[in-house]
């Protein structure tokens, strides 16, 4: 077979569409939303080269139009799991030795179909589905996931060039081979392109996948399955399936095969997992210890210095904390201002948030849409109807919602009393954020109370414009944050540039869109080859 030593395409960033008035990204964009708004989905299951169809629905609907319904996708039972795993491990005889160019071909391909023809609808399903606007669909669902097909590629290709030295007579290599098994991704709502990356970067490797997504991104993820298809992934290599958790993870993780999960969403599932590999490693159940990576949650900081700009720190409070409705794993939920500059911050952000508009994302003028579903809705409302109780705290913008027509929460801030109120320790996941304000002698020992704060340590940023105190802060703060900011707001990682991830309760720190994330999915094997074998088996030192 004819063979070379190739070299993949850079990798660049896709460029984000303004989306601005008048443009025909606009137009185009919106008019598919139309179109799907008024189709109805009907959402199989995808197992190998199978469209199942099991006639146990669920009704999807848009979270900001919950009246309104989608379509439906099928639920799986046990022995469609059991199916799912037994066609991914007959797909990976073939896929685990397919070349490793033409696994790149493919989502190489995959990234251009996102980007050129499937980019109206992968954006108009986030939209409806997840009720994001149209700008941060765009940087989500297109321009991060096509990154990360194209930059996988590339440190695909950097992996399999990193060989051992050999030495006269000795030819050592480094075969990068796929976990003997498979690989079982559980993926979220809030974000597009790491519901398609968690099955798609062990796959890349050469691994087989079960893949499970959020019940409330399952509309989007169909149009991850249709492009994963035309872009020539065989069938049984990514099988997504839907239905009762506690059943799809109890037969994937009791599987002797299971070989490991990629994983975002909450800390507690993920401590559950843990637990689980762990009882049936004692058992003896897997042939290989399991690959265990994950993203979970996060209670993001923003810390200001008082010689920061008020007007910055007001900006990134605004966006960090309010984008896509704080449903982001790097939000900023809770920020600690001196108190010398917090009327001036103050000031900016009620100016910032009386100007936003909230309701569908068909509008662009909405910058905030509607939470994700009324369990969470329902939940929000709770916090932010304690605090209005508590004596700690004030509700000083915002505090109001509507669950009426969706699930709407108005941008609001809580105004804590004390460092260790509960709304500044626990994650909440949704448009609010909570303020202490420190006197400013004090800022060495609110770092020390931030580090300790909460469980987590996935984004943080800082903000002053003395290099010695951004040089203490950076330090006091070292394992707080897998994703630091000097002087910006803490969301908005961009593969290639900022990998993401954290450690404590954020997860395993492997940093999706990266070498390091891509080298949990391989194990490695070593060969030694020598060309002219010794035939004496006696040393130079026995001789006397």
């Given at each position: 077979?004819?063979?070379?030593?190739?070299?993949?395409?850079?990798?660049?960033?896709?460029?984000?569409?303004?989306?601005?008035?008048?443009?025909?990204?606009?137009?185009?964009?919106?008019?598919?939303?139309?179109k799907m708004y008024n189709e109805k989905a009907d959402i199989p299951l995808y197992i190998g080269s199978e469209q199942i169809k099991t006639g146990d629905t669920?009704?999807?609907?848009?979270?900001?139009?919950?009246?309104?319904?989608?379509?439906?996708?099928?639920?799986?039972?046990?022995?469609?799991?059991?199916?799912a795993i037994d066609t991914a491990l007959e797909a990976r005889k073939k896929w685990a030795k397919m070349p490793w160019e033409s696994r790149a071909a493919i989502?190489?391909?995959?990234?251009?179909?996102?980007?050129?023809?499937?980019?109206?609808?992968?954006?108009?399903?986030?939209?409806?589905?997840?009720?994001?606007?149209?700008?941060?669909?765009?940087?989500?669902?297109?321009?991060?996931?096509?990154?990360?097909?194209?930059?996988?590629?590339?440190?695909?290709?950097?992996?399999?060039?990193?060989?051992?030295?050999?030495?006269?007579?000795?030819?050592?290599?480094?075969?990068?081979?796929?976990?003997?098994?498979?690989?079982?991704?559980?993926?979220?709502?809030?974000?597009?392109?790491?519901?398609?990356?968690?099955?798609?970067?062990?796959?890349?490797?050469?691994?087989?996948?079960?893949?499970?997504?959020?019940?409330?991104?399952?509309?989007?993820?169909?149009?991850?399955?249709?492009?994963?298809?035309?872009?020539?992934?065989?069938?049984?290599?990514?099988?997504?399936?839907?239905?009762?958790?506690?059943?799809?993870?109890?037969?994937?993780?009791?599987?002797?095969?299971?070989?490991?999960?990629?994983?975002?969403?909450?800390?507690?599932?993920?401590?559950?997992?843990?637990?689980?590999?762990?009882?049936?490693?004692?058992?003896?159940?897997?042939?290989?210890?399991?690959?265990?990576?994950?993203?979970?949650?996060?209670?993001?900081?923003?810390?200001?210095?008082?010689?920061?700009?008020?007007?910055?720190?007001?900006?990134?409070?605004?966006?960090?904390?309010?984008?896509?409705?704080?449903?982001?794993?790097?939000?900023?939920?809770?920020?600690?201002?001196?108190?010398?500059?917090?009327?001036?911050?103050?000031?900016?952000?009620?100016?910032?948030?009386?100007?936003?508009?909230?309701?569908?994302?068909?509008?662009?003028?909405?910058?905030?849409?509607?939470?994700?579903?009324?369990?969470?809705?329902?939940?929000?409302?709770?916090?932010?109807?304690?605090?209005?109780?508590?004596?700690?705290?004030?509700?000083?913008?915002?505090?109001?919602?509507?669950?009426?027509?969706?699930?709407?929460?108005?941008?609001?801030?809580?105004?804590?009393?004390?460092?260790?109120?509960?709304?500044?320790?626990?994650?909440?996941?949704?448009?609010?954020?909570?303020?202490?304000?420190?006197?400013?002698?004090?800022?060495?020992?609110?770092?020390?109370?931030?580090?300790?704060?909460?469980?987590?340590?996935?984004?943080?940023?800082?903000?002053?414009?003395?290099?010695?105190?951004?040089?203490?802060?950076?330090?006091?703060?070292?394992?707080?944050?897998?994703?630091?900011?000097?002087?910006?707001?803490?969301?908005?990682?961009?593969?290639?540039?900022?990998?993401?991830?954290?450690?404590?309760?954020?997860?395993?720190?492997?940093?999706?869109?990266?070498?390091?994330?891509?080298?949990?999915?391989?194990?490695?094997?070593?060969?030694?080859?020598?060309?002219?074998?010794?035939?004496?088996?006696?040393?130079?030192?026995?001789?006397?």
């Amino acid at each position: 077979m004819a063979t070379g030593f190739y070299k993949v395409p850079k990798a660049v960033n896709e460029p984000v569409l303004a989306y601005g008035k008048g443009s025909k990204e606009r137009e185009s964009l919106l008019a598919m939303y139309k179109k799907m708004y008024n189709e109805k989905a009907d959402i199989p299951l995808y197992i190998g080269s199978e469209q199942i169809k099991t006639g146990d629905t669920v009704s999807m609907h848009p979270p900001h139009d919950h009246q309104h319904e989608l379509g439906v996708f099928h639920k799986a039972d046990k022995k469609h799991i059991e199916k799912a795993i037994d066609t991914a491990l007959e797909a990976r005889k073939k896929w685990a030795k397919m070349p490793w160019e033409s696994r790149a071909a493919i989502f190489l391909k995959a990234a251009d179909l996102l980007v050129g023809p499937y980019r109206d609808r992968m954006n108009a399903a986030t939209m409806l589905a997840q009720s994001k606007n149209m700008m941060q669909t765009e940087i989500d669902a297109v321009c991060e996931l096509a990154d990360f097909f194209r930059f996988n590629v590339e440190f695909m290709s950097q992996i399999y060039a990193d060989q051992p030295i050999s030495v006269e007579g000795i030819w050592n290599r480094m075969q990068y081979r796929p976990l003997e098994g498979f690989v079982y991704a559980v993926t979220p709502f809030n974000f597009t392109s790491i519901a398609a990356n968690l099955p798609a970067a062990p796959a890349m490797m050469g691994n087989v996948v079960v893949w499970k997504p959020a019940e409330t991104q399952v509309y989007s993820a169909q149009v991850i399955m249709e492009i994963f298809m035309e872009a020539g992934v065989p069938p049984g290599v990514i099988n997504m399936v839907t239905g009762k958790s506690s059943m799809i993870t109890d037969i994937v993780m009791n599987h002797k095969d299971f070989s490991g999960i990629h994983f975002t969403g909450s800390t507690p599932v993920f401590n559950s997992f843990w637990e689980t590999i762990g009882n049936n490693i004692k058992k003896g159940l897997y042939r290989s210890y399991p690959r265990i990576v994950g993203e979970t949650g996060g209670k993001d900081f923003v810390w200001m210095h008082h010689t920061a700009d008020a007007k910055a720190v007001a900006t990134a409070l605004t966006r960090g904390a309010f984008e896509f409705q704080g449903q982001k794993c790097s939000a900023a939920s809770r920020a600690y201002i001196p108190k010398s500059k917090w009327a001036d911050v103050r000031k900016f952000m009620e100016a910032d948030l009386k100007s936003i508009k909230m309701g569908s994302p068909e509008n662009p003028e909405n910058f905030v849409n509607a939470v994700i579903d009324k369990r969470a809705f329902d939940k929000l409302c709770g916090y932010i109807d304690q605090a209005k109780k508590d004596k700690d705290a004030e509700v000083i913008i915002g505090g109001n919602y509507d669950g009426s027509k969706g699930y709407f929460i108005e941008p609001t801030v809580i105004l804590a009393k004390t460092p260790k109120y509960e709304t500044m320790c626990t994650e909440l996941f949704g448009p609010v954020l909570t303020v202490y304000v420190y006197e400013d002698k004090d800022w060495k020992e609110i770092l020390e109370i931030m580090d300790q704060t909460s469980i987590y340590a996935l984004t943080g940023a800082i903000f002053s414009q003395d290099r010695y105190v951004i040089d203490y802060a950076t330090d006091a703060l070292e394992n707080s944050a897998g994703n630091f900011y000097i002087n910006d707001k803490p969301t908005g990682a961009v593969v290639g540039q900022q990998p993401f991830g954290g450690a404590r309760g954020s997860g395993t720190n492997d940093k999706a869109g990266s070498v390091w994330n891509l080298l949990r999915w391989i194990s490695n094997r070593t060969i030694k080859e020598n060309f002219v074998p010794p035939t004496n088996y006696r040393y130079p030192f026995l001789e006397v």
